[in-house]
């Protein structure tokens, strides 16, 4: 499986790059968020998810890459794509449309109407997006507060580690919680509200 590239950016479209790794130029799918950042020209890393698909009918197959700059872009792409109804190019158009602090916040707080105004989402798939997802990313949050973390017990250690379960990088999330932190010099917020409010600071 390939999991990374590293190579030159030779050639971009819309929603597509191409990357050549030592002398073959990889075709890459990728968000227009991702692709907004990327530079003109020179050396990328792009994380990758490679797929397969296989057409019943004729039996070919079809292989593509889709790239992210940071881990956990790619992670909520995997989550996406994960529900029923959510294919590769729709979590593509969700992920271009939202930011993925956006599409996280909406899911933690049932946020339907913003995943609705992406085109291709109508009621029911946002409903099924926001209801899987969070019960998806409320478990692995729950994983890490019962455990501690490994991070103390402190509302700050349990949202850090909440967060860093969520795939965001930690010393963002350190230093954009230590922002919250001290927008709240009375005392921090409640567990929840201090992760939904870092968040919206990523």
């Known amino acids: ?3 990374c590239l590293r190579g030159e950016l030779l050639d971009q479209l819309p929603g597509q790059v191409v990357v050549d790794c030592m002398g073959v130029g990889y075709l890459v799918h990728v968000p227009l968020s991702v692709q907004n ?3 003109s020209e020179g050396n990328v890393r792009l994380h990758v998810h490679y797929q397969v698909s296989v057409d019943v009918r ?3 197959s079809e292989h593509r890459l889709f790239g992210f700059l940071r881990p956990d872009e790619r992670a909520l792409f995997r989550l996406l794509i994960s529900v029923q109804g959510v294919s590769a190019t729709l979590g593509l158009a969700i992920l271009s449309a939202r930011s993925t602090e956006e599409v996280r916040l909406a899911v933690l707080n049932g946020d339907e109407g913003l995943l609705k105004g992406i085109k291709g989402i109508g009621p029911k798939l ?3 997006i926001v209801a899987e997802l969070s019960g998806k990313l409320g478990a692995a949050h729950a994983d890490v507060v019962l455990a501690g973390g490994g991070l103390g017990n402190s509302p700050k250690a349990e949202a850090l580690s909440a967060l860093i379960t969520l795939g965001l990088d930690r010393a963002k999330a350190e230093r954009a919680l230590q922002g919250i932190l001290k ?5 921090a917020p409640p567990l929840e509200e201090l992760i939904k ?3 919206k600071k990523l």
């Open 1 to 3: 499986m390939i999991d």
């Open 58 to 60: 004729s039996g070919q």
């Open 183 to 187: 927008d709240h010099p009375g005392g």
């Open 126 to 128: 946002a409903q099924r």
């Open 37 to 39: 950042d990327l530079p």
């Open 197 to 199: 409010l870092t968040l």
